[in-house]
């Protein structure tokens, strides 16, 4: 096996440790077991998600969209008259140039929707410029017919993007990942690098949504 194999089957161990199954035979855990304890499974799942990184990047761990950015402040002192003021500092509505969208990594593996803003945003200066949101892109989605609304019936019922049939045919996929809280197995939306090709080349709707 190459590294990204090797790093790619230790992740997997990862998960279904997290997921309280030992990983070589495939049985459940004992609720007794060292490795059941909630701070390891914990650590199990923020290392399974640094390894998901260094899959998705090529072998790099990026930093996040707020440490590539440095934050403007939220408001600006001004003086008028001899009294202070502070003026709410807004921000300009998310946008792209085709440069930007150019330098936008690319996952050659699946990743969930948040992987991606955080790829998008990285990219544009999010001190001076709103982030591209989920909200937004979720809205584009459906209102286009990729995405239909559901509900996962799991210990904390929550709702969730199926992809439509023809979402699937772009590279939209649902996956089965633990759940971050509970340690379910959970199907979760997952964008191919040809969703997320598709996404970018339509950036330019799903950032007018927001606006």
């Not at 790829?119 to 909200?135: F, G, H």
């Not at 990942?177 to 690098?193: F, H, I, R, W």
Request: glycine share 4%; proline share 5%.
């Amino acid at each position: 096996m190459n590294k990204f194999q090797v790093i790619e089957h230790a992740k997997n161990y990862l998960d279904m440790l997290a997921a309280g199954t030992d990983p070589i035979s495939k049985e459940l855990i004992p609720d007794d077991s060292v490795v059941s304890k909630p701070q390891l499974k914990k650590c199990f799942q923020f290392v399974s998600a640094v390894l998901q990184e260094v899959l998705q990047n090529n072998g790099l761990v990026l930093p996040d969209a707020e440490d590539a950015n440095t934050q403007a402040p939220a408001t600006v002192p001004v003086t008028v008259n001899g009294s202070n003021y502070e003026l709410v500092r807004k921000k300009a509505a998310f946008c792209m140039t085709q440069e930007q969208k150019n330098e936008v990594l690319i996952s050659r593996l699946p990743i969930t929707p948040n992987e991606f803003l955080k790829n998008v945003n990285r990219t544009v200066n999010t001190a001076d410029m709103e982030k591209l949101s989920i909200k937004s892109v979720n809205a584009w989605l459906k209102s286009n017919g990729y995405i239909a609304e559901g509900k996962m019936p799991t210990v904390i019922n929550k709702t969730v993007w199926n992809p439509t049939r023809l979402a699937q045919q772009i590279g939209f996929i649902e996956m089965d990942v633990p759940d971050a809280n509970t340690g379910e197995m959970k199907q979760q939306l997952m964008y191919s690098s040809q969703a997320q090709q598709f996404l970018l080349a339509h950036m330019e709707e799903i950032a007018a949504v927001g606006k």
